[in-house]
Nanobody
Framework: VQLQASGGGLVQPGGSLRLSCAAA????????VSWYRQAPGIQREMVAT???????????TYADFVTGRFTISRDFDKNTVYLQMNWLEPQDTAVYYC?????????????WGQGTQVTVSS
């Protein structure tokens, strides 16, 4: 599985950005996709996760610090997961990474994209 993250940039406080994570390869093996972020000097932290329940409905989880501001979603036709970020704050400044957790032949794998920089500043 290969992941390509994009969509970062410079935005003013209160602004919005949409990040994309495009997956290629064994995409059918992916069980969940998450967005993480890492600011300088801070441990990488989970932002949001999307997976499916046993009825193939989306199940989403968010970190407390983004609930109500960020939305994770996916487009199966494009093999892409999105992170819509609204009401951005300076403390949201970080490199954002997408992560996919997959099971291939009974073995669990974790894949990371290359990261995309988000800077929130006036």
């Amino acid at each position: 599985v290969q992941l390509q993250a994009s969509g970062g940039g410079l935005v003013q406080p209160g602004g919005s950005l949409r990040l994309s994570c495009a997956a290629a390869g064994s995409v059918d093996s992916i069980n969940s996709v998450s967005w993480y972020r890492q600011a300088p000097g801070i441990q990488r932290e989970m932002v949001a996760t999307i997976s499916s329940d046993n009825l193939n409905n989306d199940v989403t989880t968010y970190a407390d610090f983004v609930t109500g501001r960020f939305t994770i979603s996916r487009d199966f036709d494009k093999n892409t997961v999105y992170l819509q970020m609204n009401w951005l704050e300076p403390q949201d400044t970080a490199v954002y990474y997408c992560r996919a957790d997959a099971v291939i032949l009974g073995q669990e794998y974790t894949y990371w994209g290359q990261g995309t920089q988000v800077t929130v500043s006036s």
